[in-house]
Each structure stands twice: as structure tokens, then as C-alpha cells.
């Protein structure tokens, strides 16, 4: 067994001079950054008053079952001689919120749209998003079901 460590910081970038004195004082900014790559401008939800120019934490995480779920696919393809030429993924999720405030995802189902280069390999691309699923660490870190709705073009 190997281990991966990964460090990410998040800074709250939301005090508008009264920090947390009461909850309409503060905004929901915050900043997420590792080390050499783009800060990313986040906040909560606009539900929960937060800033809907950026991403919330919620679209952050399903963006990241979805990326997953395409880097092991794509990995797949490759070892199977399926010539992927595009990939885009209409990923949606299902967040329910309990009556405290507290909520959980109930489901996640990713709509990737895939172009193959020809059409023989149509079937085992679709087939693949099974394996891929199989394989994904985020997938695999979840305790809901992550379904798949591929679409397979040939261009």
C-alpha cells in the first residue's frame, strides 16, 4: 500500500471589518491555493449566502468526481486502443439539506459526452465508464452512488 499526501490552503478572505460578530457580517470568500498553481476564488453556496460568482465547496466536489471519473477513463481508453478525440462532462449532483441546516449528497450522475475516432469502438468506450468508476479515488470515497450517462460520438 502507498500513501499520497496532499496539502491545499484555504484563507478566508471574507471579513468586512466586524469579522463573525453576527451572521449578515461576514462574507463567504475564501481562497483555496497550493503551492505553484492559480488561487481559486470560492464561497458558499448562494442558498447559503455566498457569492454565486464563484464556485462553492459543493461544485468543487463534484468537479472533482467528475475529473477523476475522465482522467481514469481517458487512462483506460488508451490501454484499450480507444482513440478518445474529445471529452466533456455535464456532471449533476443531488444535495439534500436536513431540516437542522446540516445536508449530505444523495447522488452524483456524470453525462460525459465522448467522440471516438471510429465507430467500432463505440461499445467499449461505453463499457470503460464502468471500469473507470471502478478505479476512481474520489468515486470510491463517496457513500453515494456515482452514475454514468455517456454518450459516444464518432467523429
Not at 449532483?93 to 449528497?105: D, P, V, Y
Request: glycine share 6%.
Amino acid at each position: 500500500m502507498k500513501n499520497h499526501h496532499y496539502k491545499i490552503t484555504v484563507c478566508w478572505t471574507g471579513n468586512k471589518g466586524k469579522g463573525t460578530s453576527s451572521y449578515r457580517e461576514y462574507e463567504r470568500s475564501h481562497d483555496i491555493s497550493a503551492e505553484n498553481k492559480a488561487i481559486i476564488q470560492a464561497s458558499s453556496d448562494p442558498s447559503f449566502r455566498g457569492d454565486k460568482t464563484k464556485y462553492n465547496p459543493e461544485e468543487i466536489f463534484l468537479s472533482s468526481i467528475s475529473s477523476c471519473h475522465m482522467l481514469w477513463y481517458l487512462h483506460f481508453c488508451s490501454e484499450e486502443g480507444i482513440i478518445v478525440t474529445e471529452y466533456t462532462d455535464f456532471a449533476t449532483g443531488i444535495m439534500t439539506e436536513l431540516e437542522n441546516g446540516s445536508g449530505h449528497f444523495t447522488e452524483v450522475i456524470l453525462h460525459p459526452e465522448i467522440t471516438v475516432s471510429d465507430e467500432s469502438m463505440i461499445e467499449k468506450a461505453k463499457e470503460l465508464h464502468q471500469k473507470a468508476n471502478k478505479f476512481c479515488f474520489i468515486a470510491n470515497s463517496v457513500n453515494f452512488p456515482v452514475k454514468h450517462i455517456p454518450k459516444v460520438l464518432v467523429k
